[in-house]
């Protein structure tokens, strides 16, 4: 199986995919798709045609992303969301349905600890994908969210299995 994590950004939406057999994971790659601050409509194209470049390139079989954080800057939130809705668009027009986990969610599967650190964080993403050249954070951060699916995935499969 190959799972595509993505860490939606405006600015910087990070995108990570690993293949998993059984409880192994393997890193296949990561990177950062960057917009300049122009037009919002320009930045969310861009965002959609290399994530689509992206998603074609890799073909995976599952996506996830990590849940919009609600903070007091109404209008930041909604942009966030915008970038988000890019980033669930594209799995679910290539016909894969998206796992959503909250940020808290992530951490706890990758590192233990619901509110872990981004250093926390990344120093256990590159543990779990040994040899992994990662981007930058956000990259970290859309690796750790395919970490996570690829383990709620392996779980409700032994859950089925003993049903």
């Not at 045609?49 to 890799?58: G, I």
Request: glycine share 10%; net charge neutral.
């Amino acid at each position: 199986m190959r799972v595509m994590g993505l860490d939606p950004g405006l600015t910087a939406l990070g995108w990570g995919v690993v293949d998993v057999s059984g409880s192994k994971l393997v890193h296949v790659a990561n990177g950062i798709v960057r917009t300049s601050p122009d037009d919002l409509g320009e930045r969310l194209a861009h965002l959609f045609d290399e994530l689509c470049r992206v998603w074609t390139q890799f073909s995976p079989d599952e996506a996830a992303v990590e849940q919009t954080f609600v903070n007091r800057d109404g209008a930041g939130t909604l942009k966030l969301g915008q970038a988000r809705g890019i980033a669930m668009l594209v799995p679910a027009r290539a016909g894969v349905k998206v796992g959503e986990y909250a940020p808290n969610a992530v951490k706890k599967a990758v590192v233990g600890v619901g509110h872990a650190d981004k250093r926390q964080v990344d120093h256990m993403v590159k543990m779990q994908l040994p040899g992994a050249e990662i981007e930058g954070p956000d990259a970290a951060d859309a690796l750790a969210i395919a970490i996570c699916h690829a383990h709620m995935v392996q779980t409700r499969k032994v859950v089925e299995v003993r049903a």
